[in-house]
């Protein structure tokens, strides 16, 4: 009989599980094997074998008794032998393994210190916003008196911007149907293109679109009705 005396339970061995248990006892922090085990010798009489399937059972019953309160102290390797080791093994579970695990102050300010690196890495790596003010911001009243907000950007020249915002508020006006309304044109710093994006909006969605322009002069005029038909800006 076997008695745990930690929870005052008892296990009443059989003759062979005895034998097995016995043998890991004796050569405790050996693998015993396999073959010396299926030879079962009780009080001296003539030894009887153990069929394989039957060892496996005695083992892993030994197995579910005696690691249940204590980890790891039993293991059994398959087609070698069995070690019952001289001491519990005690297996350190890693920070958040168990889902009630509390932590030490140690583990709490490492984590949180880790967490604070991580975010002051973040922010220096995190581009501010910009906000750009448009050089010249105009409302366009149409003749069906549709309001459109103009704004045209130029960091180089005001001149070519108010210039620009003047050709494209003039065409405007003569369009039957604008179908945006907003209207925002940048010039590139290289003075060969204008970008403009149009948008327009509704209770439902929203719709945007870009045009890009390669202009050759960028001191005159280029906006025209044909080419505002053409860009889809007039209807």
Not at 11 to 20: P, Q, R
Not at 51 to 59: D, G, K, W
Not at 126 to 133: G, R
Request: glycine share 4%; net charge negative; aromatic share 8%.
């Amino acid at each position: 009989m076997l008695v745990d005396q930690a929870k005052s339970t008892q296990w009443h061995l059989n003759d062979n599980e005895y034998w097995v248990l016995a043998q890991l006892v004796q050569h405790r922090g050996q693998v015993v094997p396999l073959d010396m085990l299926e030879a079962v010798v009780i009080s001296g009489e003539i030894a009887h074998q153990l069929s394989h399937a039957e060892l496996v059972s005695i083992i892993y019953h030994i197995i579910d008794y005696l690691c249940s309160s204590h980890s790891n102290l039993i293991e059994y390797i398959p087609e070698q032998g069995v070690i019952l080791y001289p001491m519990t093994q005690v297996k350190h579970p890693k920070i958040l393994d168990l889902p009630t695990r509390l932590l030490s102050l140690g583990q709490y300010g490492v984590i949180i210190g880790a967490l604070l690196v991580l975010l002051f890495f973040l922010w220096s790596h995190i581009t501010p916003p910009m906000f750009a003010k448009a050089d010249v911001l105009r409302q366009v009243i149409t003749p069906q008196g549709k309001v459109i907000q103009l704004s045209v950007f130029d960091e180089q020249s005001l001149q070519d911007a108010i210039l620009h915002a003047n050709c494209l508020s003039t065409q405007l006006r003569l369009c039957h149907d604008v179908h945006w309304d907003a209207i925002s044109a940048a010039m590139s710093t290289d003075r060969h293109y204008v970008s403009l994006l149009l948008t327009q909006s509704n209770k439902a969605v929203w719709r945007f679109k870009n045009v890009k322009v390669r202009v050759e002069d960028m001191h005159s005029p280029f906006i025209t009705q044909q080419w505002l038909h053409k860009v889809d800006i007039c209807g």
